[in-house]
Structures are given as C-alpha cells and as structure tokens.
C-alpha cells in the first residue's frame, strides 16, 4: 500500500499528464488514441487516491495536506509549493473525470493532427491540476497561463468556421485579465517584503500571506488595488456580466470535448480563485465590492436565462445558460454565508458534471446532422429514443429537479442569499423558473411532434447512440445522481473551505472609498461596458446574421 504520507502524489497528479505528452509525441501516431486515454485514466487513479487519502477523519479537514514545498527561486522567496484541502481535491477529482471523458470522446469526430490534439489536451490537464493545487501565488500564475495556450490551439485549428475570431477574442480577455493578476501579485509580495524588514520569505506563499491577511492585514490601497486586478482576472474566466462575452463564441466554436472541459473546468478556475485567493487576502475589499458583485451575478443569472430563451443555435443555448448558473456561484460565495457558500461551490461541482453532459449529447447529435438549429430537429424520439432519455435526464438536471445535483446547489445558494438579501433571493427564484421553462420549451421542441423534413432527409445517418457514447455519459449521470441524494459526500469535503471563506469574507470591514477614486473606478468601469458593447456589436456583424447570436452550420475545423 502506497504511504501518501511521504508518496509525492501532488507532484505525481499534476504532472503526469506531461509525461503523457511526452509519450504521445515520442510514439506512432496510430498508439496515440490509447496511449493518451490511458493516461488520463491513470491520472484519473491516482486523483481518486487523493481523495479518499484526504477524506475527513485522515489528518483533518481544516487543512492543506499532502504540502509539498522546494525552494524555486530563493531571492524572492519563491516555492514549487503544492497543497490540496477539500476544495482543491473535489476539483482535481473532476478535472480527471472530465479530461479523460473529452479525450475519449474525441476519438471519432476528431480526425486529423490527433496527435497534436491530444499533446494540447493533457497539456491543458497539467495546468488545470496546478491553478487549484498551487500554494504559491507566482506558481498560481505560471499554471495560470499555462491554460491558456493549449485551449488557443484547440479552438484555433480544431474549432469551427469562425474558430480564429472567437479564439482571439478568448486569448484578448483572458490575458488581460492575467497580466492585471500578475502585477497584483508582484505589488502584494513587495506589501509583504516591506513589513517583514525587506526579508522575501513568504512574499508569495499563500498561507503566509492568508495569516499576514488576516492579522496585521495590508493596507487598504493595495486591498483595493489587488482586488480589482484579482476580481479582473477571475470575473473574465467565470464569467461574469459584462466579461462574459467570448464565452458563446468560444464554445459555439470549439470542438465538443474542448466546450466540455471549458464549460466543466476552465470556468470553475475564476470562481475558486475568488475563494481561494481574493476572499482571504483582500478581506475588506471584498467586503466593499461585495454588494457591486451580488448585483454583478443576478444581472448574469437574469440575462444569461432570458438570452438563452432566444437562442436558436443549441450550442449557444447550453452557453449562455452556463452564464446563468455560474452566476449563482458567484452570488453564493459573495454573501457571506454558510449556506451561500456551500451552495456555490456544489453549484461549481454540480454544472462541471451537468453542464458537460450537455455539450456531449450536443456533440452526439452534431455528429450526425452537422447542424445545430433547433427547429430543424422536431420528432428525435421516433428516431433516437436512447439519445432523447438521456438528453432529457440531464436537461432535468441543469432545470434543478429534487433529486438531482442540481438542485441542491441552487437551493442552498437560494437560502444563503435570502438570510442577506431576501428581493435577491426573490429574484434568482424566478430565475430558476424562467431556466426550467426555456430548458423544458427547448427539449419539447427537439423530441416531440413529427419528425422533421431535415431530420427524415438525413436517412440512415440518424442513428442512436454509440456504446462509446453512452460511456462517456454513465460516470456523469452517476454523479450526478449521487450528490442530488447525497450532497453531504461533498458537504463534508468541503467544510474547512467553507468556514475559512465565511470567516474571511464575513470578518471584513467595508472600505471608505475616496469619492474621485470612487469615480475613476466608475469611470473604467463604464468605458469597459461601452467597449465591450462596441466589441460585441462588431463581431455580430462578422460571425452571425442575426442579433441573438445566430446559427453556425460548420463546426470543427480540420476535425470534420
């Protein structure tokens, strides 16, 4: 038996998908397919040993376990500094789940430079693992943007026809954001190196600066500052309204598997960099944006519903309802409570596992009409009835049905925002209606009624789904079930981080802001709005012909 006390399983986890990219390039093409599922199913083993080595009662919940720390860049205090605590684990544990799911899927729709294609996947995986194991703020960043170069590539050549816009629209947003993080980063460990007598030790490590945070805590100009910079960088990988904007093109344009590891992983980065980083270094901070960010999210819960309703494209349908949802997380986490907390990050959990599922069943149907226009597909059942059962489980799931995951984050959220807020409460309640009613008006659309002159057109080629795909949907479903019964498996993982994020963002105290720095804030904010409008008008000229985000009938690049 493994001792995972002196085993060193983070190192292990994280990188070895590398080695796996290494093997993939180094071997014959024809072994790549299996050779980079089995490795990402063996990353997948070792992440669930992890978890069951970190289950609560194995060295305390409170915690980071596991931690290991070597001197990278001595001078300035710099560590190869890894931790996981419940939060980390459960999405480490779904990030494996997901990214062996992606790469099984994509044996079939994904046809040329497969091995370029899976090289970028399980490069990806290395830097999704290390932003939510990194215990240091600058080995935080490295892994960081490290995501991002490999989801260039996968939207860029194995993305649809207008795959070059949408990726240099994600690349534009998500390095803004990053290099705003950067110089936060750097401007917190000098705070810290000036108040430890010019010493670099502990600058960038995390726990340090969390007691530093919370004791003597820094000063409210870097707070506010920092913040800001942090709030930039996450609220654009949520994403949250008004950055929300490359994300329907993105995942209207990437391959199936990479909208599900987007959607299933790369959003949850923004919502566990507030938890993790924002939250408990810039405590009064976030104390004082904390009702701007509340706003923030209901505004995203309501649009991304309403804008959902009019979407005639399937796949940008499923996207902007990922809006909506992830606007519940942000709420959650916002308001400063048990509950809230607890919800979001099941919600974080629950719309990786939903949320996916639904971008692989799109990609299952895709495959088989090369299209996704929602009124070309009425009488599926007739045709496809193992598609149309499993479609409509997990619609249910993503509409929040008891019994399902899916409920019981919104749920919590709900209650946590009603002891705070009780109108907010009101408002994302109707939200959720209006999200079962579109979801639901969708899936009649698709499955009832005769079947459609397009669809009977298509013949033979309409045909059920694949034992390979039924696979690929099995572990979700399973979870998905599992936690809408049984919530308290993650509940429990997850309390420490809970306490540690109430205690923080509840122990804050608002900033008074200087009225002209309250204004050039305002200011910023609003050329950024006005930007982005201009920026979203221009690329509805280019990419779509109609205003709610029309339909692409080409998908996948030199993939398909």
Same mark, same amino acid.
């Given at each position: ?50 978890? @069951? ?30 931790? *996981? ?5 459960? +999405? ?12 099984? !899927? ?23 693992? #290390? ?27 194995? #993305? ?32 810290? %190196?000036?108040?430890?007598? =010019?010493?670099?030790? =502990? ?12 004791? /003597?805590?820094?000063?409210? /100009? ?53 938890? $993790? ?38 796949? $940008?349908? *499923?996207?902007?309802?990922? @809006? ?17 907390? %607890? ?28 299209? $996704? ?12 009835? @193992? ?11 993503? !509409?929040?049905?008891?019994? +399902? ?14 002891? *705070? ?5 009101? @408002? ?29 057109? +298509? #013949? ?18 399973? +979870? ?37 720095? /309250? ?11 006005? =930007? ?9 000229? $280019? ?6 985000? =029309? ?10």
């Amino acid at each position: 038996m493994i001792d995972l006390g002196t085993f060193p399983i983070l190192t292990v986890v994280t990188f070895l998908p590398l080695l796996g990219a290494l093997v993939v390039a180094i071997l014959p093409s024809t072994m790549t397919r299996t050779v980079a599922l089995a490795f990402a199913l063996l990353t997948w083993v070792v992440s669930l040993v992890l978890l @069951v080595g970190y289950l609560p009662g194995h060295g305390g919940d409170d915690e980071f376990q596991y931690v290991v720390a070597i001197d990278w860049i001595p001078a300035f205090g710099i560590q190869y500094k890894l931790g *996981v605590d419940g939060l980390s684990a459960a +999405l480490v544990v779904l990030t494996t789940t997901l990214t062996w799911i992606c790469i099984l !899927a994509s044996f079939k729709p994904i046809t040329t430079r497969i091995k370029e294609y899976m090289i970028s996947f399980l490069i990806l995986e290395v830097g999704m693992i #290390g932003v939510f194991l990194a215990l240091d703020t600058f080995l935080f960043y490295i892994f960081w943007e490290i995501v991002l170069v490999p989801m260039y590539l996968i939207i860029g050549i194995w #993305g649809g026809a207008n795959r070059i816009y949408a990726t240099i629209k994600f690349v534009l947003y998500t390095l803004v954001g990053s290099l705003l993080m950067l110089v936060a980063i750097l401007a917190t460990a000098f705070a810290y %190196q000036s108040a430890h007598d =010019g010493s670099w030790t =502990g600058a960038f490590d995390f726990i340090a600066l969390r007691e530093y945070a919370a004791t /003597a805590g820094f000063a409210a /100009a870097l707070q506010i500052g920092a913040f800001l910079a942090f709030f930039l960088a996450f609220a654009i990988k949520v994403p949250m309204f008004p950055f929300h904007t490359w994300l329907p093109d993105a995942h209207t344009e990437a391959p199936t598997a990479g909208s599900v590891i987007l959607a299933g992983v790369m959003l949850k980065l923004g919502a566990y960099g507030f938890i $993790r980083f924002a939250l408990p270094l810039y405590p009064d901070a976030a104390a004082t944006f904390a009702g701007v960010i509340i706003v923030l999210s209901l505004i995203a819960i309501i649009y991304g519903a309403v804008v959902a309703m009019v979407q005639p494209d399937l796949k $940008r349908l *499923v996207a902007y309802s990922s @809006v909506s949802h992830m606007g519940f997380v942000t709420l959650g986490i916002f308001v400063f409570t048990e509950q809230g907390v %607890q919800g979001a990050i099941l919600q974080m959990i629950n719309h990786g596992l939903i949320t996916g599922g639904l971008f692989l069943l799109v990609g299952v149907i895709y495959e088989r009409t090369h299209d $996704r226009t929602i009124a070309k597909m009425s009488g599926l059942a007739g045709r496809t009835p @193992v598609f149309v059962a499993t479609f409509g489980f997990f619609v249910f799931a993503s !509409a929040g049905l008891p019994g +399902l995951s899916g409920f019981v984050g919104e749920f919590l959220t709900l209650v946590g925002t009603f002891a *705070v807020s009780p109108a907010a409460a009101v @408002v994302a309640t109707f939200v959720m209606i209006l999200a079962a009613g579109y979801l639901l008006f969708m899936y009649g659309r698709l499955v009832f009624g005769e079947v459609s002159e397009f669809l009977a057109n +298509l #013949g033979q080629h309409l045909t059920d789904m694949e034992p390979i795909e039924i696979l690929t949907l099995v572990p979700l479903a399973t +979870l998905i079930v599992i936690f809408g019964v049984q919530p308290g498996l993650l509940l429990d993982l997850v309390a420490g981080t809970v306490e540690a994020t109430v205690e923080a963002g509840a122990g804050g105290t608002a900033i008074v802001i200087d009225p002209n720095v /309250a204004l050039l804030i305002g200011g910023l904010a609003a050329m950024g709005i006005i =930007g982005r409008t201009g920026w979203a008008l221009l690329g509805r000229g $280019r990419t779509t012909p109609d205003g709610a985000g =029309g339909v692409a009938t080409s998908e996948g690049g030199a993939a398909h």
